[in-house]
């Protein structure tokens, strides 16, 4: 069965500096994932996706993530953090070849904060 | 070009109640979704539906029911609201299916008492 695990529920950085969270996933076959953010009070919003392209995936806003099937992961990077990156993100996959109702998996989420 | 809308935004039901949200989008997609968001959990899928006309269960199914008369419009129906539907609900829509970037709206805070 397809699963996700985001590895942190909560991050906190420093303005200016890289923001890494990190999302591993399970998945009977080559998926595609995605990472959404939702700033507080609002609905979500893809940053990026993957769909067996280019394994290093830019996204909006400056963020980027790499797909790595042999550690079967896919964590979101920043260079540098801005303020406004405060928001909770979540790693989603979608195996269409999972079986399983709706096919589309959220983690739980990961809370980031940034200091000034 | 409103995206997804979603009512009512805030709402309180007393144990027994039933009430419906409204999911709007205007922007053509066939594929329409009800979530919920509980602390600590992600988003679960109740519904979906891949066309005006259909609809079939997701993750979390029970105790809810869901129409699409209009492609445009996908709402989400509680019959007999029950303390563990306190949730905040979140419409989403995408063109093709689940590989495709879901819209969401901004969501609807239901609290049962």
């Known amino acids: 069965a397809q699963s996700v695990t985001q590895l942190d529920s909560h991050v906190s950085v420093s303005e200016g500096t890289p923001v890494l969270l990190r999302c591993n996933y399970s998945s009977s076959y080559s998926p595609s994932l995605f990472w959404y953010v939702q700033h507080p009070n609002k609905g979500l919003q893809l940053l990026l996706k993957y769909t067996s392209a280019a394994t290093l995936v830019k996204g909006i806003n400056g963020f980027e993530a790499e797909f790595k099937k042999s550690e079967t992961s896919f964590h979101l990077t920043k260079p540098s953090a801005h303020m406004s990156d405060a928001a909770e993100y979540f790693c989603v996959v979608s195996d269409p070849y999972g079986g399983s109702q709706g096919n589309l998996i959220f983690g739980k989420g990961t809370k980031l904060s940034v200091k000034p | 070009n409103a995206g997804v809308t979603q009512t009512p935004k805030f709402r309180v039901l007393k144990t027994g109640q039933s009430m419906t949200l409204l999911c709007a989008q205007d922007m053509n997609h066939e594929y329409m979704y009800w979530y919920r968001q509980d602390p600590g959990m992600g988003l679960r899928l109740i519904h979906y539906?891949?066309?005006?006309?259909?609809?079939a269960k997701g993750e979390v199914p029970d105790g809810y029911n869901v129409s699409r008369l209009k492609k445009q419009n996908f709402l989400l129906g509680l019959e007999s609201a029950a303390p563990s539907q306190t949730s905040v609900y979140f419409c989403?829509?995408?063109?093709?299916?689940?590989?495709?970037?879901?819209?969401f709206g901004p969501g609807t805070r239901l609290t049962v008492l």
């Open positions: 539906s891949v066309g005006e006309g259909t609809t």
């Open positions: 989403a829509s995408s063109y093709s299916g689940f590989t495709d970037t879901q819209y």
